[in-house]
């Protein structure tokens, strides 16, 4: 059999490039076989192991990083999918090398969650349970969606609402809701939903440090109007 057609369904399964990274890692592999992981497929006449060994005997791996859609559709095999493909790996790796991790958000007062969630909150019709996942410094870790529809004590359970924090290992969650008729004056079943989280997290070791209910221009929180005490 021509080795050119062999599929890499025709190998061995310990020889197959991807079992072998996800077996011994991408150092394992050569530029040609982490290509071939990426572009999966060859071409009737050619399996994609030996255009990708093809490629760099052509091209060093910074002259392909360099070339356009163009110049990759010209190496024979390769398509305009696969050169999207190749494109698109070359990009990330740009991308890599100049990222900086954006600092985290910190939460200094019910004001910046307003600021915050504010943009996001105003157009909807119905009220949204968010909470913040802070770290000891009281910058956001986390933001989750908890609960859609108004606010229920029988139906916002804590375990809801601590889980993800507990996997983040948050030192401390903000709670908040919108009021989509605009008056965020808190009602009675809010401040009911607030105690019965504010009890379940110090069980768990995580404090609620306000819930921050945001109307239309306006907020309240329950913190400042002595419902968290």
């Known amino acids: 059999m021509n080795d050119h057609k062999i599929t890499i369904q025709d190998m061995p399964m310990e020889e197959r490039p991807q079992e072998r990274l996800i077996k011994n890692g991408g150092h ?73 991790e954006e600092p985290k958000r910190k939460i200094r ?29 009281n910058e956001v870790l ?13 139906i916002v359970h804590p375990r809801e609402v601590f889980r993800s924090a507990l996997m983040e290992a948050s030192a401390s969650v903000i709670l908040t809701h919108n009021h989509p008729s605009g008056d965020p004056s808190p009602s009675r079943e809010d401040i009911a939903v607030t105690k019965k989280l504010v009890e379940g997290g110090k069980i768990l070791g995580i404090e609620v440090l ?11 929180s329950l913190k400042d109007e002595g419902y968290l005490d």
């Not at 110049?71 to 190749?86: F, N, P, S």
């Not at 600021?115 to 157009?123: A, G, N, V, W």
């Open 28 to 100: 394992s592999l050569s530029n040609g076989e982490l290509l071939a992981v990426i572009l999966r497929t060859g071409t009737q006449k050619e399996n994609i192991i030996n255009i990708c060994s093809r490629i760099f005997s052509e091209y060093s791996l910074k002259q392909l990083s360099q070339a356009n859609i163009a110049k990759l559709t010209e190496i024979h095999g390769i398509g305009d999918a696969k050169a999207a493909q190749m494109s698109a790996v070359f990009e990330l790796a740009r991308r890599l090398e100049s990222f900086v």
């Open 109 to 137: 007062s019910p004001g910046d969650v307003y600021s915050m969630l504010y943009p996001k909150l105003r157009e909807l019709k119905k009220e949204r349970l968010t909470t913040l996942h802070l770290n000891t410094k």
């Open 142 to 154: 986390r933001e989750e969606v908890v609960s859609i529809g108004s606010l229920n004590a029988n």
């Open 210 to 220: 306000d819930h921050v209910i945001i109307g239309d221009g306006r907020y309240v």
